[in-house]
């Protein structure tokens, strides 16, 4: 079946502990990229993977990293997380970015205490 | 940076009335528009697109979308609401390909 697979699905965690959520797609899809969903704010874009080693900031990327080492996998990672990254947040795929339509993860819901 | 607002956090509508989602856009070029549809705990799914096609896009489960340029609009319609059509709807904008912005999304509530 295909799809975008997040972990973890719920996560509450203290400030400043490192934290990696991950995601693969098993699509070969070439553009990956996450949100954050907030109440009142809609989905806000932190960043974006056009293919492996590739990856650009996209609207809220302070706080955040990302690799891709492999075209399946796009892990975002925490260094330092901050109560105000508690959020829920999506990773999502495509082929292409706009020839075909995304593809999103269930989501994962984040506590920083 | 694109912004896209999305007039009304809540519309309720009863079973079989007209679905009017409104979307109005920010671009200096032509853009690449969507509407998303998102049921409680699950991702986003693509509802439809326009991409300088057809000015009047048609998406799944009866949705369709009209571009207007001159009003930088692209409302989302439905002309029959079903219960199954409550969920949170969000209007989408890209111009590069690469960067997408959401609208604050809006939530449809379908009355028996």
């Known amino acids: 079946e295909a799809q975008v697979t997040q972990n973890p699905r719920y996560l509450i965690t203290v400030t400043g502990k490192k934290l990696t959520v991950t995601c693969s797609q098993n699509m070969n899809h070439e553009y990956m990229s996450w949100y954050r969903q907030d109440p009142g704010l809609g989905l806000r874009q932190i960043y974006y993977?056009?293919?492996?080693?590739?990856?650009d900031k996209g609207d809220v990327p302070e706080g955040y990293k990302v690799s891709r080492k492999e075209k399946r996998n796009f892990p975002l990672i925490l260094e330092s997380p901050s109560p105000n990254q508690t959020s829920l947040y999506f990773c999502a795929s495509s082929l292409l970015p706009l020839d075909e339509k995304l593809f999103f993860g269930s989501g994962t819901q984040l506590s920083v205490l | 940076a694109q912004s896209v607002t999305q007039l009304g956090s809540h519309v309720s509508v009863s079973e079989g009335a007209l679905v009017l989602l409104r979307c109005n856009y920010s671009s200096s070029v032509p853009p690449y528009l969507f509407w998303y549809v998102q049921y409680p705990n699950q991702g986003l799914q693509l509802l439809l697109k326009y991409t300088s096609a057809a000015t009047l896009v048609k998406g799944i489960n009866g949705f369709e979308a009209e571009f207007k340029k001159s009003e930088t609009s692209f409302h989302l319609t439905k002309p029959s609401a079903h219960m199954s059509d409550a969920a949170e709807y969000f209007c989408a904008v890209s111009d590069t390909g690469n960067q997408f912005y959401f609208g604050t999304g809006t939530s449809l509530t379908v009355i028996p």
């Open positions: 993977s056009m293919n492996v080693e590739v990856t």
